[in-house]
């Protein structure tokens, strides 16, 4: 299982990034994703996940300015997250997840639950 995230960098406050996550072709049928933020001595905190009947959930800080999407065909898929109006305390590594091999998935926003993970991509913002 392979997930590669990319588009982060460094923005001004009130400024736009979107999120790139490639998701490996063996993993493509699975709709079970979400993206997660980490900054340094914290546990990973949920952004918005994709659940599988399709049904997204944001937390409450992403709210209004975040938007989770997935493309997806037989052979390539790539989760994204536009964030728009971002604020400094956005500032994060940013990660994508994923659940493999099941039918059913909540969209949960507890890091426990996904097995799978990129490598993250750093968005700082500045004030």
């Known amino acids: 299982v392979q997930l590669v995230e990319s588009g982060g960098g460094s923005v001004q406050s009130g400024g736009s990034l979107r999120l790139s996550c490639a998701i490996s072709?063996?993993?493509?049928?699975?709709?079970?994703f979400a993206w997660f933020r980490q900054t340094a001595g914290e546990e990973r905190e949920g952004v918005a996940a994709i659940a599988s009947d399709g049904i997204i959930t944001y937390a409450d800080a992403g709210k209004g300015r975040f938007t989770i999407t997935v493309s997806q065909d037989k052979t390539n898929g790539t989760l994204y997250l536009q964030m728009n109006n971002l604020h400094p305390e956005d500032s994060a590594m940013y990660l994508c997840?994923?659940?493999?091999?099941?039918?059913?998935?909540?969209?949960?926003?507890?890091?426990?639950?996904?097995?799978?993970w990129g490598q993250g991509t750093q968005v700082t913002v500045s004030s």
């Open positions: 997840a994923a659940i493999v091999g099941v039918d059913y998935c909540s969209g949960s926003l507890w890091y426990p639950a996904y097995p799978y």
């Open positions: 072709r063996h993993i493509v049928r699975t709709r079970c």
